[in-house]
């Protein structure tokens, strides 16, 4: 018998796999074990059992199978894809369990760009990165790529071309920033032909679920991937490629919103793990072809997209070139699928749950609510639906009987027979207005108001009042539990909660609460290895922990410990990090790892500490951070409490340093820009309502500066006095103007008494008469001026009355020339020398300079030397001063005048002294001055 066995299963392994995955299934109850005897039907159950594992992949090695996973999640330019990850996690069980593709031979790539994708996949006539990896020329090449999937129209052929999207891929220009799919099948074949010629490449395309195409924008929810075209051509004449899509050529796919994943994968996922084995003859063989997984597909897909999205559908494309070949063979065992099985086992406990609830004593509306509630969940079933179609017959039936019931008890009352509302009271199923009808029979009396008031609603509206639920604590008593369950990750809370409340637990959502805090942490602890084992260590009871517990051996298998941490290094903080997270279960090295964390720890305190004493709180701060950061999983609760402790105290001393310097800086300025910049930007700072109140201040300080200005460089009196009346506030600008003011004053009288005490009274007196007129009304200057002027007026009438008779008048040349050339003091005829009237002249053309009147003062130079640069030169003169006064030469036709000068240049503070000689001549009666020089 053993020999025909093993006969059997050289010529035919598949035939005889499946008749031996059959005995098995089948031996007990078939009854054919008894009937070979004991030794036989041991034997035949060893060869079966034997047999099944040894041939469930006689046909291919494992270890010539090899995985490549690429996912895009974040993206720049459309959505982003929030369940891409959750897929791509789930691609991985199904290459590691159904598959059972080596871990080491699987690849990952997580957000790549168009870029990225051609290097990995290939492109025209190019083999991409992760097939150079395969050896075997037999191998097999899965491929599961989960992208946003759009197309455009090509310019040249005007045909709709498909492309994936990488991350920084526009959807509005595909030609230039996307990954086309012609370009993916080329480069495959380019690596099926050059590398593994007599294998195969199995692609699975989830390049949908957040972004689809309409006309010719993506739209967020939808995807479009597009199968037509390239793969068509390609299947006609290749064996060697299989592809399948999660939707159409010209439709778009979903995801699930209840489970947040997609549709497709999700379902395939349920496919391959023995689901679709059988789904066209319903034959299982433990084997699944290609048929028998488009079958699944294309019921699955569209009934779940119909029941997540009323009206849409989504059908999956299988394109191979023989639907008969078998996918995936497992014998007699079906694949685990730890994410696939939570999903099952949590549909099956709902439908447990609420099939299981009892109809007996709820009223009419209680039972309608349990029947739409039942109703619902048929609406979004799948698997095991029949146990509500049962349920809900038997609500339907109830309520029928209840309807019945009170059409009795009504048609008792009618015929006035309180013996037939008896007997409907004893007889009664739903029993709804049982304690109504005994009120009516006590009474005795078919007219009683008892009776009266089963005969309406009203009894209807007391019962139901009467059965409305009543808050007994329970919901708080389960809130509590599944938060203390998600915070401790662990599930104890919510057992100990089924264990200690089971009148509670019995109406509320236990088994859903722990699916979602199962799948929420595993989710969480995915690809960190220390995660991992604190989730099978506290949430073991969990599907997902089984794959998890698979993963965490495949880790510890490829690296011993003691050669992890050789490779951490000495300095390798990277390093360090990652082997504590990884290796927690490395005693020895984990120790000396703790050990050196707790010396990088006190190293990082000791140089923040350094940068503290130099007031360097950023960088001190930053130290810290970094370290946290990188370390924050590793360090003991003490540790991690205590650097957060010392960034925040370092990061208020950085806060009020900052502060102090950038007060500092912006009351230096003084500037109201600077102080309301800072005011406003460290609003939290102590500093900033005295920033504000300096800003206004500085603000009004450069409102004063600004008018004075302009206003300083005229040297006007007249200006001055404006001024002092429209900026009365402007106490500094005031000052200045009042200076300039006594500083003119000053220069006047001071001019005046020189001419006085030289015996030029005249000149004196008409000196101070031009003064006055700049300073008509301003007090107290003007009174001053006038009793200065009386005074000179007085000494002139004194000297008039005791002088000679008056000369000639002057001849019209000279009355013309003084008119059109006003002279202070114009010189006597006969004897310009005489009254000094070259002094005069000389000092008429500095007040001319002193008072800003450039005009007037070029006018008073001998015509043969005026020219435009001499105007320059006057106009450069901001203020002129002149004293000790003298003339030592005059003649009939020229004098000379020394004078000591002080002159100020226009906009400038500063005055220069000077010892000067004015050479005047004297031309039509008028003094004109014909040359300046210094002494």
Partial sequence: MTSRLAAASLLAPHGFRAMAASLWRHRIAAGAWPRLGLLTGLLLALAA????????????????????????QDYKYTARLDYAKKDANLAMEMFLNAFQIPPANITRKENPSAGEMRRILGGTDAVGEAARAITAEDAEFYVYVIAHGSKERDPVNQAMRPYLLGIESDPQNLADSGYGLDELMAGLKAAHDQIFPRGKVRIFLESCFSGGFSEGELVTGTSSPALSGPIQEIRATSDWLSVVGASGPDEVAYWDINRNDSVFTSMLAQGLSGRADGSVNGQADGRITYAELKSFLHTKVPTRVSQLREGKTQTPSVVVADLGEVLLDFGATPPVLPTVRAWEKSDEKRITYITRQPIEGLAPPARRTLLDRIR?????????????????????????ECKSELLNYRAALAEKDIGLVAFTNDTCVCCELKAEAKACTDSGDIGSSACQCLGSDQCLASFAAKAAPVDDGCDKL?????????????????????RDNAACAKGRPVAEARQQLCSSAASQADGDLAAMRRFVEGMGGCDEAAGLQRRIAALDSTKTCSQAWAAVGEIDDDGLDQFLREHGDCRDEIAAAKARLSDRLKATIAISEQSQALSEYEQSATVLTRFLDRFKNALAYEDRRDLEDRITRI?????????????????????????RAFAEKNSGCAEAAEARSLAAEAEKSEVCASAWEVVGKSNSVRNFVRFRSEHGDCTREIALAESKMNDVAASCTRFADEQAARGNIMGAAIYVRGCLADFQDVEPYSGTLRQRLATFESVQEQQSASAPPAPAPAPATYQQATAAYPNPSPPAAGDPCGDQSAIAAVAAYYDDLDHGNANSAYQRWSRSNRSSRLLRAIRQVGDARISNVSQPYCNGGSATVNFDAQVRGAGSRRWEPYAMEAQLVLGDGTWWIEKLKSR
């Avoid at 059992?49 to 895009?72: E, N, W």
């Avoid at 389960?478 to 089924?498: G, I, Y």
């Fill in 49 to 72: 059992v034997l047999l099944t594992a040894s041939l469930v992949k006689a046909d291919t090695d494992p270890r010539k199978r090899y995985g490549l996973i690429v996912y895009a």
């Fill in 651 to 675: 990061e208020d001393k950085r806060q009020l340093q900052a502060c102090t310097q950038g007060f500092t800086a912006a009351r230096l300025g003084r500037t109201s820009s600077a102080l």
């Fill in 478 to 498: 389960f809130t509590e539990a599944v938060d203390a369950a998600r915070k401790s990750q662990k599930l104890k809370p919510l057992e100990d909660f089924e």
């Fill in 376 to 400: 619902r969940e048929q609406r979004n079933c799948l698997y095991g639906c029949e146990p509500l179609s049962v349920k809900v017959s038997q609500i339907e039936e109830s309520l029928a």
